[in-house]
């Protein structure tokens, strides 16, 4: 018998269809499962298995959502005893659970350290920027400045496209031009001949006008007790101010504190307007990066991500009008800070695929310092805005520190 050419085929598949019931499949029907609400805190939940892992894992967020911290520190707890070491993800997710309710609590030595495994575990660039968002909520609390410019450039780092944490970056250095001093500042950057004292987070003149200089949440921003542990970064994004002697260290860790005591005792005054000059530009040219990285993305967004793009810009307008910079240098800040935003390259970021590599290599991606990363990114910018002395801040008085 001669070999048969071409495909062959099973009679099955010219058999006639079977009879499939109304609403799909052929089989018995299959219901999904109907959950109450709460269902996660009746007993027949609280079982071995699948079901109980997520069981406790619900009542766990349920917890922190009602903010009832240590009820849900215990649930986080017992959940991780549960999960077998092959679900990493879920492994993850929980222990940032276990490290935000430690931190809650004021335990915030024990929330480091988790943080720190999970940091040293991580394999993609997901992970990082989960813990450094981790990291970052916990030194918000600490008000270790140092530490918290340190998360948010190691942000940026991974995320150089990513307007929101340079508007973050921003909000860090005026938290820092609040607490150089209690400062009296001429009209140089506001009206003309009125002074005004920077305390409490605002600027507030003699005659009693205030201007804030706090960080505003926009509406999608806004914080409150329903939001769950891994959206809980947002809303602890509002920059708490240090104290001076914080400031003191962030400035030595900077690279800004070059001159000897002595040599700041007898220009201190010079010192204080230099710093103040340096740390507005780092603001100020934060800002318009973060301003032009929204601009590039509006054509794209529509409704309230429209409008709350918007409203950010007009802040930001606001906070840099009141840094007061004239316009060549505010040109030649958006001229260095938007150098390298080409479409293709935003692209690549919000839509790029995660890079999964080890932990070594990933630590490769961030900066080592603070000053590592500012002479990176304002280094040749403060050099070129170095002859306009008397554009920032340039009439300063400081008054005898209160006792």
């Known amino acids: 018998m001669e070999p048969v050419l071409g ?4 009679d099955s598949l010219f058999a006639p269809s079977r009879e499939r019931r109304e609403g799909g499949g052929d089989g018995a029907a299959c219901g999904a499962r109907r959950c109450e609400p709460g269902w996660f805190h009746s ?3 609280a079982r071995e298995g699948a079901g109980g892992i997520t069981s406790s894992k619900f009542r766990a967020d349920w917890a922190f959502r009602q903010r009832d911290f240590e009820k849900a520190l215990c649930e986080y707890s017992h959940c991780l005893l549960l999960l077998p070491a092959s ?5 993850r997710d929980v222990q940032e659970g276990q490290a935000r309710c430690l931190s809650r609590l004021g335990r915030h030595k024990e929330a480091l350290d988790i943080a720190e495994k999970m940091r040293n575990s991580a394999t993609n660039t997901d992970h990082l920027t989960t813990v450094l968002n981790l990291q970052l909520s916990i030194y918000q609390r600490l008000e270790n400045v140092e530490k918290k410019m340190m998360c948010v450039q190691q942000l ?3 995320h150089p496209f990513n307007p929101w944490f340079w508007k973050l970056l921003a ?3 005026m938290s820092l031009l609040q607490n150089l001093s209690p400062l009296v500042i001429t009209e140089a950057s506001l009206n003309q001949s009125e002074e005004v004292c920077v ?3 605002c600027f507030q003149t003699l005659t009693g006008r205030e201007i804030d200089l706090q960080p505003h949440r926009s509406e999608g921003q806004q914080e409150g007790p329903w939001l769950s542990p891994a959206a809980e970064t947002k809303g602890e994004n509002a920059v708490t101010c240090p104290s001076s002697q914080v400031v003191k260290e962030f400035l030595c860790t900077s690279g800004e504190m070059e001159w000897t005591d002595r040599e700041k005792c007898a220009g201190s005054k010079a010192w204080k307007q230099s710093m103040l000059k340096k740390v507005g530009i780092k603001a100020c040219a934060s800002f318009i990066r973060a ?5 590039l993305t509006q054509s794209q967004q529509l409704s309230f991500v429209l409008e709350n793009n918007r409203k950010c810009q007009k802040e930001i307008d606001d906070k840099v009008g009141l840094l007061g910079f004239d316009e060549s240098s505010l040109l030649l800040m958006t001229k260095a800070m938007g150098q390298d935003l080409i479409p293709e390259k935003l692209k690549e970021e919000f839509q790029g695929e995660v890079k999964c590599i080890g932990p070594s290599a990933l630590s490769s991606l961030v900066t080592a310092s603070v000053m590592e990363f500012e002479i990176k990114w304002f280094g040749n910018l403060q050099d070129d805005l170095c002859h306009f002395d008397g554009q920032f801040y340039s009439d300063i008085y400081l008054p005898p520190l209160v006792t």
């Open 87 to 91: 679900n990493i993800a879920m492994r």
């Open 156 to 158: 940026i780092c991974l």
């Open 199 to 201: 305390s409490n987070g």
């Open 291 to 295: 301003r032009l990285l929204l601009q």
């Open 7 to 10: 495909p062959e085929f099973e």
């Open 171 to 173: 909000e860090a250095y």
């Open 43 to 45: 007993a027949a939940d």
